[in-house]
Each structure stands twice: as C-alpha cells, then as structure tokens.
C-alpha cells in the first residue's frame, strides 16, 4: 500500500470563506473527504495535515523521510514564492512530490509567478481547483501501479 502525505500550507484552513472567486467555494475539510474517498478506493494510505506556521511544515516534512511516507502532495500556498526552508526540507527527504496549486500562479500578481519548489517536483498541478489534489493523487496512484 502506497502512503501518501497531504500538506496543505498557510490559510488554507480558510478555504471555502477565502476569496471564493479565486480558491472556490469547497473547504479544506471538503477537499480532505474527496481524497480519502479517493485514497481508499484505490488502496492509498492518506493522511492530511494542514500549518499556518513554516516550522511546523518543515517537521512533518522531516518526519515523513522515517514514517513510511512514499509521496507527498504539497500545497505551499504562500510558502510557494518564499520559503527556502520548506524548499530545503523537501529536497533533504528525497521523497517524490508533487506541488498543488488550486489557483493558477500564473494568471495572478508576477510576485506568485516564481515557484522554489518547481524544480524539485515530480509534477505541478494548478488551476483546476479542488481538482488539482484529486488529479495529483490520481498520477501518484498511476505511477505506483505502473512500478508494480
């Protein structure tokens, strides 16, 4: 079984009241729900875990290199344009990852143009909303049934 971590960054806890219009109108709750419906459907260990505080993200990204984590989604949020450090625990780990954007950076303020974490990732997807985890657990799922 496939243990994939779910790491939601800053305000997302706010999902669902935050600027509707840009993040849609599903909760971070909402969204947890669809991936665990999904994550047991095809046998995924899930877990979720959402911080407003860059510390705390670093920790659990720390701790997912000795808990039996294969995968990460990550969310940066905020955290996608600033944080060297979330960046420097991500490559420390070497698990394979992949960052989520419900947004699409690129049709926002250049400021959100710039990604530390893009390089690193085995994927980035963004602008489809709620459907960017969903679509990156789905690739997750593909590729480990293509390894066997």
């Known amino acids: 079984m496939v243990a994939v971590l779910v790491i939601h960054g800053p305000n997302l806890n706010l999902l669902g009241q935050r600027e509707p219009g840009i993040y849609g109108s599903a909760s971070l709750s909402d969204i947890n729900a669809r991936l665990a419906r999904m994550a047991a459907r095809n046998g995924v260990d899930l877990e979720c875990f959402q911080s407003n505080a860059e510390h705390e993200l670093v920790e ?5 290199a000795e808990d039996g984590t294969d995968w990460i989604l990550i969310n940066p949020a ?15 780990v070497e698990l394979p990852f992949v960052e989520i954007h419900l947004s699409n950076p690129h049709r926002r303020e250049p400021f959100r143009h710039r990604s530390y974490f893009s390089d690193l990732a085995e994927g980035v997807v963004a602008g489809l909303g709620e459907d ?3 679509l990156a657990l789905q690739a997750v799922i593909n590729r480990t049934n293509a390894s066997g």
Do not use: E, P
Request: net charge positive; glycine share 0%.
């Open 132 to 134: 960017s985890y969903l």
């Open 60 to 64: 659990r990204i720390q701790a997912a």
């Open 78 to 92: 905020a955290f996608t344009h600033t944080s060297v450090a979330v960046r420097d625990a991500l490559a420390a």
